[in-house]
């Protein structure tokens, strides 16, 4: 009798439930340590979501931000896949016809090149078209004027402007804006020798050392071409290189024009100078007089390949020129009149205006929010409009590629998610689309806010993307 009625109790008691998905990657997520902020959406093609943790949490995106701004480049900017007609930076020349000043003159193009190496958008080009015409000129004027004089977006942290993540934009570019410093030993005890520095002035304050770690940095305040150089380097240590960002592009391309006009034989008898649009004036085209035509204008590769490099490589400037020309194909070539560009797009997607605030195009500004179900909304929109499997093919792939090409490697995901990082300050960042074992397709917004030091944010997120991968 005892045994029949344990018997029945048994049958009575329910089995232990396992826990669901959702609870699985909670449960993962706990691990990472405290203080972390997390915001995760996860849904099918048809819009139903397999996993929702704060999903109209306010994130800051970092770069996810490049998903809102190359998005809206697709769904604005004409003719993509068709050399870029409207970006080419041109030159001509003005004044006296004797000693003519030459103007270059940016219009939003990302990619021109001083590189001796170069082999397309190239400077050259344009310092072979002067010296063509004349031996003998009087300033070197960069001029930036076709877009708005708006070097920095609000929110970006100053301490990011002297580095390669930071550096001004300006309609009028040359190599990404950016200068290398190779550092190499000298003997122990004393400062190291520096190469490739003659744009900036240095204050060596460095040491090689005999034994110890090589560690080396560099400080320079905005608008200073001043560098200090800090730290050691080791006398048996391979060169170092650093990357310095620049304050003045326009500037810059001038005096780099000018170096290669003199490497040509072309007297320069006056300055190096850079024009900039009136502030606030928000101008798409040049608001520098001219009185001839053009000696001459490159055409750069297709926009959509500048796209893709901006997403796979996390390119800042780049995704900040676009914003701009964004903007400019409106009529106002500014920070805001990109964004009002990407919030028509956003509207027309249907993302709750709840769901974002931007303040830039690259996620460089602190300002920037987002929450994951807007993202979401917006991705589902992206795959179906005629140029979304273009857009897709700009984002980086777990194992494969771009900022993600040691993520996910020897995984279910290598190859199979393909999605736009996101590291900033106490930030990380993932968006886009992974395919699961069973494969289906599934858009997800992964955020980590308020990272402590020391906690492994990406790790956990990582993790809890594989076991939605491996979950059905």
């Known amino acids: 009798m005892k045994r029949a009625v344990l018997a029945l109790l048994l049958l009575a008691a329910p089995a232990t439930a396992q826990p669901s998905l959702q609870q699985q990657v909670e449960a993962r997520l706990a691990l990472a340590g405290p203080g972390v902020r997390f915001g995760l959406v996860v849904a099918d093609a048809a819009g139903r979501e397999l996993l929702a943790i704060a999903p109209e949490g306010r994130f800051m995106p970092a770069s996810n931000t490049k998903i809102f701004t190359t998005a809206a480049a697709f769904a604005t900017l004409p003719a993509l896949d068709q050399p870029d007609s409207v970006g080419g930076a041109s030159v001509w020349l003005a004044g006296s016809a004797a000693e003519p000043d030459v103007v270059l003159e940016g219009h939003g193009d990302a990619r021109l090149s001083s590189a001796s190496d170069c082999v397309t958008d190239c400077l050259s080009a344009l310092a072979d078209a002067v010296a063509g015409k004349t031996r ?41 804006n950016v200068l290398t410093l190779r550092i190499l030993p000298g003997p122990a ?31 320079r305040l905005p608008g200073s071409r001043t560098l200090v150089l800090t730290g050691t380097i080791r006398a048996d240590a391979s060169p170092q290189t650093l990357v310095l960002a620049i304050d003045e592009p326009a500037y810059y391309a001038a005096w780099r024009l000018r170096a290669l006009l003199q490497a040509r034989g072309v007297a320069v008898t006056g300055t190096t100078i850079a024009r900039h649009a009136p502030p606030g004036s928000g101008v798409s085209t040049s ?87 807007g993202v979401v909304a917006l991705l589902r929109w992206i795959a179906a409009q005629p140029w979304g499997a273009a857009w897709r093919a700009t ?56 990272v402590p030091e020391g906690v492994k944010a990406t790790e956990a997120m990582d993790s809890a993307l594989l076991m939605v991968a491996q979950a059905d």
């Open 189 to 219: 005890g004393s400062a190291p020798k520096l190469e490739g520095l003659a744009y900036y002035q240095a204050e060596n304050r460095a040491l090689t050392v005999a034994d110890g770690a090589t560690s080396l940095d560099f400080s």
């Open 287 to 373: 608001g520098i007089a001219k009185t001839v035509a053009a000696l001459a204008r490159l055409t750069p590769p297709p926009l959509s390949e500048d796209l893709k490099r901006t997403n796979k490589e996390s390119q800042n400037l780049h995704a900040e020129l676009i914003l701009r020309r964004i903007g400019a194909q409106a009529g106002d070539g500014s920070i805001a009149g990109g964004l009002k560009a990407v919030a028509a797009m956003l509207a027309g997607a249907g993302v709750p205006r709840t769901a974002w605030d931007l303040s830039d195009g690259s996620g460089m500004s602190s300002y920037n929010r987002v929450a994951p179900r």
């Open 395 to 450: 984002l980086p792939v777990g194992g494969v590629d771009g900022t993600l090409a040691r993520r996910f490697k020897g995984t279910v995901l290598e190859g199979r998610i393909f999605a736009k990082t996101g590291t900033l300050n106490g930030t990380n960042a993932l968006a886009g689309w992974v395919t699961t074992a069973s494969g289906r397709s599934l858009a997800f917004a992964f955020y980590a806010n308020d």
């Open 136 to 176: 003998r000129v009087h300033d070197v004027i960069g001029d930036d004027s076709a877009l708005a004089d708006e070097r920095w977006s609000p929110g970006m942290s100053w301490n990011n402007i002297p580095s390669g993540s930071g550096t001004a934009v300006s309609a009028l570019t040359a190599d990404d």
